[in-house]
């Protein structure tokens, strides 16, 4: 791979020492870090503040960008997905959902993923690499580059949640640097406060997490209520299951703000985990531990070879009268991008050959 120093993976103060072990002044490091963050310039060449001689130094000893992105695809919704290869030729996915209020931005934490959620197409592809904080920060650049224009104003604000490919709390650093450099109001500003991570449910991460004082909010994937179906549909259940799940979460309840709760998503397989007996004993589970969570009811976006099929929405509604009848708050969360192989679960670098093309515009 190509070792060149990647300057987007870099806090300011970073910047600032890099350019001074180059004998150049500190502020030539804020204003690259401006140029990286705030213009979302992705080459020094563009960056015509900095002397040219600067600039010929940086390409030889650094880069400004590693993704290239190479297929982008529009959904009927307005969803877009990015497939773009790292330097050393592995895929990253990254889908941008416009919405009324805010953005969300979906990126992705590794390249594959090494759990094996049952449900899930990423986990065909296996752990390829864990994502470094700049390839992080880059995914979130290239989205708001294509949506808006290059350094362009995002006119609603932008939401990040870490659902796409990886187990987030598997690239925990990269992770939380990436998240520093992009709080950073003189650049993304994107402030942990708008970043949503969810986990699979690595326990240890969860508990670290909650000590971290600017921290993003918290989603955990559940998909059942019970050990032995858990077991069957995320393997990570064996190593930490639910009890001791739930009991990292009510750690993590301390650590929640006013009129914060975090979230549990449930995706739901027809015939699988979406019966009457089984809402109940998700509600029990959840009373059980006393937890102030809200449950997101996700119907299952299919993707083939994977054997399940969403829940009709009849059922999915009747799951939730039951949570709700038992004092859970839930949410039937909307599919985005199913059309482009954009919706959750269904990131695996898929190219368009099985898709529907009347849904489907390129517009690479
Ligand atoms: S659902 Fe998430 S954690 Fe599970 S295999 Fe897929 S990407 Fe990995």
Redesign the pocket.
């Known amino acids: 791979m190509n070792q060149a120093l990647h300057l987007t993976g870099l806090t300011e103060s970073e910047l600032v020492e890099f350019v001074e072990s180059l004998g150049e002044p500190a502020y030539r490091g804020r204003q690259i870090f401006a140029s990286l963050h705030a213009r979302r310039l992705r080459s020094f060449d563009e960056m015509t503040d900095l002397p040219k001689n600067f600039r010929e130094k940086l390409n030889e000893l650094a880069t400004a960008s590693t993704l290239k992105v190479e297929e982008r695809y529009l959904s009927s919704d307005g969803t877009r997905r990015y497939l773009m290869k790292t330097r050393d030729n592995l895929p990253v996915e990254t889908v941008f959902i416009p919405e009324e209020r805010r953005d969300t931005i979906c990126f992705s934490s590794q390249s594959g ?1 090494p ?3 049952d449900f ?1 197409l ?2 065909r592809l296996g752990l390829l690499r864990t994502l470094m904080a700049g390839e992080i920060v880059e995914q979130i650049i290239v989205a708001l580059n294509d949506a808006y224009g290059v350094g362009e104003r995002t006119p609603r604000g932008t939401n990040l949640v870490a659902v796409g ?3 987030p709390f598997l690239a925990f650093e990269p992770l939380m640097k990436a998240l520093k450099i992009m709080a950073d109001p003189k650049g993304l500003h994107i402030v942990p406060n708008r970043v949503t991570v969810s986990t ?1 449910g690595v326990v240890p991460k969860i508990i670290e997490l909650a000590r971290i004082p600017e921290r993003p909010h918290l989603a955990i ?1 559940l998909a059942a209520p019970t050990d032995e179906l858990r077991d069957q549909l ?1 393997p990570i259940n064996k190593r930490w299951p639910l009890d001791e799940l739930l009991t990292a979460c009510k750690e993590f309840e301390k650590s929640l703000r006013p009129g914060e709760r975090f979230t549990f998503e449930y995706v739901m397989l027809d015939g699988v985990n979406d019966s009457e007996e089984q809402a109940r004993q998700l509600a029990n589970l959840l009373n059980r531990h006393d937890l102030r969570a809200k449950v997101n009811l996700i119907p299952h976006n299919p993707a083939e070879p994977l054997p399940y099929r969403p829940t009709p929405p009849e059922r999915v509604e009747r799951f939730k009268s039951i949570l709700e009848s038992k004092g859970v708050h839930a949410f039937v969360r909307r599919p985005r991008g199913r059309d482009i192989y954009a919706a959750c ?1 269904q990131l695996a670098a898929r190219r368009t050959t099985n898709l529907n093309e009347q849904l489907l515009h390129k517009i690479a």
């Open positions: 993923c759990l094996q959620c899930c990423t986990a490919a990886g187990e699979a994937s995320m679960g």
